[in-house]
């Protein structure tokens, strides 16, 4: 049973539009992270936030716009995107920063034309 | 540096075989954690296990086990008479203390195993 959600779980723009990606976690974690999962390539984690601030940037195109009101909810802003970026898009939560178990959403697969 | 090799890229069984699933992880932390998740084709990143670096005993949850030994820094994963709602990828990943941010996992390319029936 996950405890994180992400809507929505396929999305399909163009490179002109404005969307964005929500993720709401219901495990009562102070942290929450974006990933980006691309055919062929490795896990690559985008951001990281703890208690609604980020900690890390991991050199994301600033076409990519993070936000997190609070511990529960991480957005992700997309405007335009590249064909490139199409991908699949996972959000995660753990209890805290640190060695903590991370656990991911069923994710949102993009695809951009 | 922290670096996490699953160098199966992909394995294929016939039903009730047994399979290994084979990580290999480098770190110059003194404590870390090894973690394993399973991806189906739906997405999501399920959770499996979490071994800290200083318990070396190997554990078995039903018809997964899972070797820890630090002397060939190698953290593999058996299912014992496959499945085939096991076909899935499966990822290999370290977490350390060093770093911009403690914690951070540091992920394999994946495993993709089908399991035929």
Known sequence: ETGVTQTP????????????????????????????????????????????????????????????PNSSHLFLHLHTLQPEDSALYLCASSQDLGQETQYFGPGTRLLVL | AQKVTQAQTEISVVEKEDVTLDCVYETRDTTYYLFWYKQPPSGELVFLIRRNSFDEQNEISGRYSWNFQKSTSSFNFTITASQVVDSAVYFCALSGNRGSTPGRLYFGRGTQLTVWP
């Open chain 1, 9 to 68: 779980r396929h999305l399909v723009m163009g490179m002109t539009n404005k969307k964005s990606l929500k993720c709401e976690q219901h495990l009562g974690h102070n942290a929450m992270y974006w990933y980006k999962q691309s055919a062929k390539k490795p896990l690559e984690l985008m951001f990281v936030y703890s208690l609604e601030e980020r900690v890390e940037n991991n050199s994301v195109p600033s076409r990519f716009s993070p936000e997190c």
